[in-house]
Every structure is written in C-alpha cells, then in structure tokens.
C-alpha cells in the first residue's frame, strides 16, 4: 500500500542537521501519522508520497520546507517585570506568551539581564537545515474517525 492522502503511516528515523547531530530520533515503531493532515513538517511529508511499508530514505528538508527562516522580529527584549517575580529566569527557558494577534506562541528566553528578558518566539529548529532517516514500518488506511479528528488513534484510544 502507498502512501497518500488519509493513510497512516508508522515510521522509524533519525532527525539530525547538517553536522550530523541527533535532534530527534524514533525508532521503535511508535511515530505514526495521517498523511496530508499537516501532522508532520511539509518537506518529509511530500518525501513520503508515493512510498510504501520497508522503504528506506534519507530526506534533505530546506528551512522552507521545515519549520520555517529564522525571523529577527520575533525576538524581543520585554521588561523583566512582565514574568513572575519569584522565578529566576534563565537562558534556555520557555514560556507561553501571546501573540498581538491573540495566538498562543512558546517563548525561549535567550537573554536576561536586570531591567530586561529577551525572547525568541520563532520555533527551535527555525533556519535549520534538517536531514531524516526514515524506514516506513507500516501503511494503512485511516479510520473515519481518524480523518475526522485530523490524527491517528492508537490502540485503546477513545474520544468522548
């Protein structure tokens, strides 16, 4: 069975960048997916088309087709007393903020200083070169409930 629109794909791989680090990696059979649901990032997604249960590939994912260009706006220096007065902020950290347009984004801070927290809202891998490792465990057709929802159901799961 090939891999299309409203199938649930299982996969196994191995997400690094450019340097060969490890950014993710599944490999036990337990990543699945429905296919053209947008639950996966578009460059592996369109990769995966047209594939079926024990291909193997590697992925070469551009910005573009990942997570996004690094946009300077989203990062921003915001007074120290718009965060909690009792939690020491650090580098690395992340919150929740809103968006002017009332969305909600994930924060990291990246800088702190006395008067001043910077933030960056763009996502972690923003900018990123990505290369993936996939083999294809599975292929299946997607239950009605699962094209309905816009996500796989694994065994047990029940929506009430």
Do not use: C, W
């Not at 047209?50 to 573009?64: H, I, Y």
């Amino acid at each position: 069975m090939q891999i299309e629109q409203n199938k649930v794909v299982t996969l196994n791989y191995t997400l690094t960048d450019t340097d060969g680090n490890v950014i993710d990696q599944s490999n036990d059979g337990s990543f699945a997916y429905l296919h053209g649901a947008n639950n996966i990032i578009p460059g592996l997604e369109n990769a995966l088309t047209g594939k079926s249960a024990g291909d193997k590939l590697d992925v070469a994912v551009a910005p573009a087709d990942g997570y996004g260009e690094r946009d300077a706006e989203k990062t921003q220096a915001v007074p120290r007393n718009m965060f909690p007065e009792d939690t020491e902020i650090q580098t690395g950290m992340q919150f929740h903020a809103q968006s002017p347009t009332g969305e909600t984004l994930v924060v990291t801070v990246v800088a702190v200083d006395d008067e001043t927290v910077t933030v960056d809202g763009n996502h972690p891998l923003a900018g990123v070169d990505l290369k993936f490792d996939v083999e294809i465990m599975d292929v299946r057709d997607a239950t009605e409930e699962e094209i309905q929802h816009g996500h796989v159901h694994g065994p047990g799961h029940a929506h009430g």
